[in-house]
T-cell receptor, first 112, second 114 residues
């Protein structure tokens, strides 16, 4: 089955700096890669996703890149703000169903 | 206008007890899930139902039994609770495969077994 690895497990940046979180996946048939943000005590929520036929997608300060050959994808957050502090999960989906395999999460802390 | 709701929000119980968590979604989605999030924040899928039919059953002890009375509801019953069952349990739902893959999570149920 699919295996998704995520790095780093914790990331601390200064406000205004950029943050990058990286994930690798094992199943070459994976075709959908979402990123979820989970604030403390809250539910995970989708912030951006990318399908396997696209190499990059951007939404304001966040962007996701996908390298299918290397089987890795990354989340980029620019001009970080304190409200970006949260746990971020990458995930991969293989096959035709909706099953997501989540990475182990990255605790992002944006310091003033 | 709650999309995915769960009850209860908190559940504190003793080892050996049996408890249930309920989940409801009003999004008209076909697929529902149960996830377990442990103290290290790992999100692990447990079960998935599509239109009341079980489609994903990960390696979960038989003490856990999901039940879907209709496609808007997915409940989780846990027998003989153990200390290791303490976690946050999230229900989620998603539309028909192919239309969108986004999963909408409920607020979570924090289960504490003492």
């Amino acid at each position: 089955g699919e295996n998704v690895e995520q790095h780093p497990s914790t990331l601390s940046v200064q406000e205004g700096d950029s943050a990058v979180i990286k994930c690798t996946y094992s199943d070459s048939a994976s075709n959908y890669f979402p990123w979820y943000k989970q604030e403390l005590g809250k539910r995970p929520q989708l912030i951006i996703d990318i399908r396997s036929n696209v190499g990059e997608k951007k939404d304001q300060r966040i962007a996701v890149t996908l390298n299918k050959t290397a089987k890795h994808f990354s989340l980029h957050i620019t001009e970080t703000q304190p409200e970006d502090s949260a746990v971020y999960f990458c995930a991969g989906k293989a096959g035709g169903g909706n099953k997501l395999t989540f990475g182990t999460g990255t605790q992002l802390k944006v310091e003033l | 206008d709650t999309a995915v709701s769960q009850t209860p929000k908190y559940l504190v119980t003793q080892m050996g007890n049996d408890k249930s968590i309920k989940c409801e979604q009003n999004l008209g989605h076909d697929t529902m899930y149960w996830y377990k999030q442990d103290s290290k924040k790992f999100l692990k899928i447990m079960f998935s139902y599509n239109n009341k039919e079980l489609i994903i059953n990960e390696t979960v002890p038989n003490r856990f039994s999901p039940k879907s009375p209709d496609k808007a509801h997915l409940n989780l019953h846990i027998n003989s609770l153990e200390l290791g069952d303490s976690a946050v349990y999230f229900c989620a739902s998603s539309p028909r495969p192919g239309s969108s893959y986004e999963q909408y999570f409920g607020p979570g149920t924090r289960l504490t077994v003492t």
